[in-house]
């Protein structure tokens, strides 16, 4: 079973190839500034500012910012590119994308999470971005889907034909929140369960007794997780599916290794789409399905508006 905290590394694989880079780039671009654009470092390794120090030896701030763009330079450089080059297309095709739609966007990438600012903390802890940042990654995303599909057109027939195949992805999803208790053993599992019954408290069990490592401070919270989330294990949903709320259950195996105890702490009912939201998503979805991959699309874009990296200095990572 996938933790929340490695969940959230999962979605972050979408918002690394921009996210992060722009948030290096941004670290490299202000260690690139003018000594008296920068604060006055504390401390000065022959005449370098200092930002770490090991065994009695200091690493500077230009080590630092080379090794950055050592490891990262070439898709930082990119990632300004596409920045650029999918602006100048958007305002070529007058094509905008409201606060509205980035709104809704995070609220669709924060789905199972506890809520939108839970989402935002775990981007944060994750990969140092801001709410600003993931906004700001929300809308270039938008923006780049749209000019992926702004001379594809899909028939009202398309989409009718695609909401009666597919008629079970348009109904409302329970959410669960659950805890857990990772135990090696059903031996440990049961004597776990015997406490519980006793009146001990499930949050502070976890803390004690879990197997995992990421859940433990917080008392075995899993946080929300959707009755079909590909990355909880069948045998936890298939549990939770006939608990109510405040509910215990266990012992349960888990497919990869031990047994788990369950608690689930709330359940809500996924809000229905609107007829006219649901339509517009799958016309969305039909037209990127037949639009390029959007990787290819950024680097048609860099070639249309002559964007190159010209640095002379492209070492392999992991190179010296």
Do not use: C
């Amino acid at each position: 079973m996938m933790t929340r905290q490695e969940k959230a590394l999962w979605a972050a694989v979408i918002i690394l190839a921009a996210g992060v880079l722009v948030m290096g780039s941004l670290i490299v671009i202000r260690g690139l500034k003018p000594a008296e654009a920068a604060h006055e470092p504390e401390e000065e390794h022959n005449g370098a500012k200092a930002v770490a120090l090991f065994d009695g030896q200091f690493i500077t701030e230009d080590e630092w910012i080379e090794e950055l763009k050592r490891t990262h330079g070439h898709e930082m450089l990119l990632q300004m590119l596409n920045e650029k080059a999918v602006n100048a297309e958007a305002d070529r095709l007058q094509i905008r994308v409201t606060p509205e739609e980035i709104a809704e966007r995070v609220k669709a990438d924060a789905a199972g999470y506890e809520s939108v600012d839970a989402y935002y903390q775990s981007m944060y802890a994750q990969l140092g971005l801001s709410p600003a940042d993931v906004r700001e990654e929300a809308a270039y995303q938008l923006k780049l889907e749209k000019i992926a599909i702004v001379n594809i057109d899909i028939s009202d027939e398309e989409v009718d034909r695609y909401i009666d195949q597919h008629q079970e992805e348009f109904e409302p999803k329970k959410q669960y929140e659950l805890a857990w208790i990772k135990l090696k053993t059903r031996k440990e599992a049961n004597r776990t369960l015997d406490r519980l019954e006793q009146g001990e408290d499930f949050g502070k069990l976890a803390e004690e007794l879990t197997l995992d490592e990421f859940t433990r401070q917080q008392g075995g919270r899993l946080g929300w997780i959707q009755e079909d989330d590909p990355f909880v294990s069948a045998e936890v949903l298939d549990t939770a599916k006939d608990l109510q709320a405040g509910d215990i259950a266990g012992p349960i195996q888990l497919e990869d290794e031990g047994y788990a105890v369950i608690q689930v702490i709330d359940i809500q009912k996924g809000e229905k789409q609107t007829n006219e939201e649901i339509r517009a998503n799958v016309r969305k979805q039909l037209a990127l399905n037949e639009a390029v991959p959007l990787t290819q699309l950024e680097a048609q874009l860099r070639d249309k508006y002559g964007a190159n990296v010209v640095t002379d200095k492209t070492p392999e990572k992991g190179g010296k």
